[in-house]
C-alpha cells in the first residue's frame, strides 16, 4: 500500500502547505505525540496540586470537584468528540479541540482564584477527552482493519512510553518552574500540537452523514457511564446511602436497561452491521480492567515504597515501571499477532501474580526499589497483553461510517473503571495517602478483580488458578515463616503451579498434534503448485476461512500433462466435511482424468459427472461446484469456465477482467446434454500476469461492509511475477479485513 492510500482506496487529500500527502508511518507518529498529552496531564495535576494548594488555595475539595467533574463531563464530550469526527471530518475535529485545549491550559495558568483553577481543571479535562478520541478514530480511520492490530501495538507502546516520562520528569518540572509555568508548558504543547496536525495531516472525511444505527441507545449507553461514574467517585465523599448516590445509580441502572431494550428492538438488518456482542463486551471489560488496575497502582506503591524509607521520587520510579511493562507488552502485540483469548489467559494470571507479589515490598526493604520495579512492570505487562488485542480487534470490526463514536467506548470504559477503583476505600478522592496495611487490602481487591476479569475474557480455568493461587499467596505472605503451616502453604502454591504447567504442556501436544494432522491433510488433498510447469511460471496461493481447519471447499491444481500445462480452480458449495469430501473427489478425478483425455471440455465433462455422482450418493440435490479449467501448451491458452469468476490480466497500466464465456457449474449436468463445451481461447498481453481467484477474495469484506477492490489494488500493484503478485495480494487482503469469511485460493500464471 502507499502512503497515500485510504482504507477504501482512496488517495488522502494532501495537507494544507505540505505538497504531497503524509505516509501512514507519519500520521500515527503525530497522532502518537499529540495523544501522550491525555497521560501527561494527570502526572502533571499531582506534581502541582501542593503548589497549587499553597500559592493559591486550592483546596483537596477543590481538586476533587474537578477530578469528579471532569471525569464525568469527558465521558460525554467522548461520545459528541467521536460523532462530531464522523459527520465534520477527523481534522477538522482534532484542530478543534487542541485550540480548546490550548486556551484551557492558558486560563489555568493565569488563574487568579481557586473556582477559576478548578473550572480551568475541568476544561482541560474534557478537552483532553476529545484531544484522545480524535487522535483515537483518526489513526484507526487512515488504517486498513488488518493492520489495526501492528498500528494500536506501536500507538499504544508510545502512549506507555510517555506515561514512563511524565511520571518520572512532572515531579521535577514544577519543582524547578512552578505550577503557572507547567501549565502554560501544556498551553505551548498544545499549540505546538495544534501547528503539526494542520501541516501534516491530512483529513481522513468529512465522512458520508449517515445516522447512528439508534441514536437514543447511544445517548442511553452515555448516560449510563456517565451517572455510573458520577455515583461511583461521589459515594466514599456522600456515603453510600445518600439519596443523591442512589438516584445517581438508579439513572445508571434506567439508562443501561433502556440501551438493552433498545438493542433488542434492532432490526437484524442492524444488526448485522453493529459491532459483535462479545467483540464490544471484550473491549470493554478490557478498558475496565486497565483504568482500575491503573488507580489502584497508584494508591497502594507510594504508600509501600515510602512506608519502607525510600522518598518519593523513587515511589515515582517505581509507579512508572507500569508503563514500560505496558510498552513492552504492546511492542510484542506490535511484531506477533496475539489472539485475544491468549493475550487474556496469559496476561491476566501475570498480573494478578505481579498485585499479589507487592505486599513483598514492606518486609524487605533492601529490595524495594528493584523489586517493586520489577513487579509492577509484571502487572503492566500482563494488563496491556490482556488489554491491547481486545482493543485492537474491537477497533477492526467498528464500521468506518460510525468509528467515532464507537472509539470513545475505548476511553470511557477506562475512565469508568477508574471511578470503580476510587469507590473502593482508601482511593477516594479526598483520601489521604493510605497506609501499608490499607494498601495490601487495595492489591487484593486488585487482585480479585483481575481474576474476574480473566473469567470474562480468558478460560475458566485461569480464572480459578489465579484466584486460588493468590488465596494460597495472601495466606503465605501472612504467615509466620517459622511455622510449619507456611511450609504447607508453599508446597500448596508450588502444586498448583506445576499442574497449571503440566496442563499447558498437554494443551501444547495437543495442539502440536492437531496442527500436524491438519498439514499431513491438507498436503495429501491440496498439492503445492510449482513454481514453474511446463512454459509457465506459477504461483498459489490458500487461506481457509477458519484457522487450523487446512482445508476448506475450495480447491486448486495444476499438472503437467501430455496435452500441455492444465490449471483448475474452484468452490464447492457448502462448508465443513461434506464440501472436503466434494473437494478430494473433484480433484482425484482432474489428476486422473487430466493425463488420458485430450480435450479440454471432456474434463470439464467428467468433473461434471463427478459432482452429479456425489450427490446421488449423498442426497444432495443443491450440490454444485464452480469451476475454472486453462490449459497452456505452446504459446496457445485455452479456458473452459463452468460457472466460476473470470480470470484477471494485470498488465503494466491495469488489471482488466478477460471475456470468457461461462456455462453453468459443475453438477447440473448440462455439458453432456450440450454436447462437450468447447474451451475459449485466451490471449495474454506480452508482459502480463494471468490471475484466477475464488470469490473468497473479490468479497472479503472490511468492517464498513465494502468488498476487497481486486481490479483497483492489482492495478496499483502492477504486474510483477506471479510469485510477487500472489504475495502482495496475501498481505493486502489481510490489511483490507479484519477476518476472512470464507476461503480464499489464488492461482497466478505468466509466460517463463
Known sequence: MTGTTTPYGAGAAPAPGSGHAASPRLIGLVLALVAALYVVAPAMNTAVAPLVHTDLGVTARGNAVAQITGACLAIGVLVATGRAGDLKGRRTVLTASLGTLCLASLVLAASPHPAVYVLGRIAVAAALAAVFVSCLAFMTTVSLPGRIRRIMGGWLAAMSAGFVLAVN????????????????????????????????????????????????????????????????QLAPLWGWQDLRVGALLTAAVLAGAAARFRALRHTERSRARAVPGAVRTGALVAGLVLGFTQVVLTMAVPALVTDVGLPARAAAFVLSAFGAGGAAACLLLRHRPVP?????????????????????????????????????????????????PQMARYLAAVPRHHLGVHAALLPAAILVGTAAAQALPYTSALGPLPLPGEARELLWVGTIVVAAAALALGRPVVALVVAVTSVLQYVMVDADTSRPMSVVVALCVGAVAGAVAWSRREQSERLNRTRETAAALQRAVLHPIPDRLGGLRLAGLYRPATAGTAIGGDFLEALDT?????????????????????????????????????????????????????????????????????????????????????????????????????????????????????????????????????????????????????????????????????????????????????????????PH
Open 169 to 232: 520528569l512532572a515531579p521535577h518540572a514544577a519543582a524547578l518552574t512552578g505550577w503557572r509555568p507547567t501549565a502554560a508548558l501544556m498551553a505551548a504543547a498544545a499549540g505546538a500540537a495544534l501547528l503539526l496536525v494542520r501541516r501534516l495531516l491530512p483529513e481522513a472525511g468529512p465522512l458520508a452523514p449517515r445516522e447512528l444505527p439508534d441514536r437514543v441507545r447511544t445517548l442511553c449507553q452515555a448516560g449510563c457511564a456517565v451517572a455510573l461514574a458520577a455515583a461511583l
Open 562 to 750: 501430455p496435452y500441455g500445462t492444465r490449471v483448475l480452480i474452484g468452490d464447492v458449495r457448502g462448508k465443513g466435511l461434506q464440501a472436503v469430501q466434494t473437494v478430494t473427489d473433484l480433484l482425484g478425478c482432474f489428476r486422473s482424468r487430466a493425463h488420458e483425455t485430450e480435450d479440454l471440455g471432456e474434463v470439464a465433462a467428467c468433473l461434471d459427472r463427478q459432482v452429479r455422482r456425489a450427490a446421488a450418493a449423498r442426497g444432495d440435490e443443491e450440490l454444485f461446484a464452480t469451476a475454472l479449467l486453462l490449459q497452456h501448451s505452446g504459446r496457445d491458452l485455452q479456458a473452459v469456465n463452468c460457472g466460476h469468476l473470470a480470470p484477471l490480466e494485470v498488465g503494466p497500466d491495469r488489471a482488466r477482467e478477460l471475456p470468457v464465456p461461462a456455462v453453468l457449474p459443475l453438477g447440473f449436468g448440462l455439458l453432456d446434454a450440450a454436447g462437450t463445451v468447447r474451451p475459449h481461447r485466451v490471449a495474454l498481453a506480452p508482459g502480463s500476469t494471468l490471475l484466477t481467484h475464488t470469490d473468497g477474495l473479490s468479497e472479503a469484506r472490511n468492517s464498513t461492509g465494502e468488498f476487497y477492490p481486486l481490479a483497483q489494488r492489482l492495478s496499483a500493484a502492477g504486474p510483477g511475477t506471479p510469485d510477487g503478485l500472489v504475495r502482495h495480494l496475501d498481505d493486502d487482503v489481510r490489511d483490507w479485513t479484519h477476518h476472512l469469511a470464507d476461503d480464499i485460493a489464488v492461482i497466478a500464471l505468466g
Open 340 to 388: 485475544p483469548l491468549a493475550g487474556a489467559s496469559l496476561g491476566l494470571p501475570l498480573a494478578a501474580l505481579g498485585l499479589a507479589l507487592l505486599h513483598a515490598l514492606v518486609d524487605h526493604a533492601s529490595h524495594a526499589l528493584a523489586g517493586g520495579f520489577a513487579v509492577v512492570t509484571l502487572v503492566g505487562f500482563g494488563t496491556m497483553l490482556a488489554a491491547a
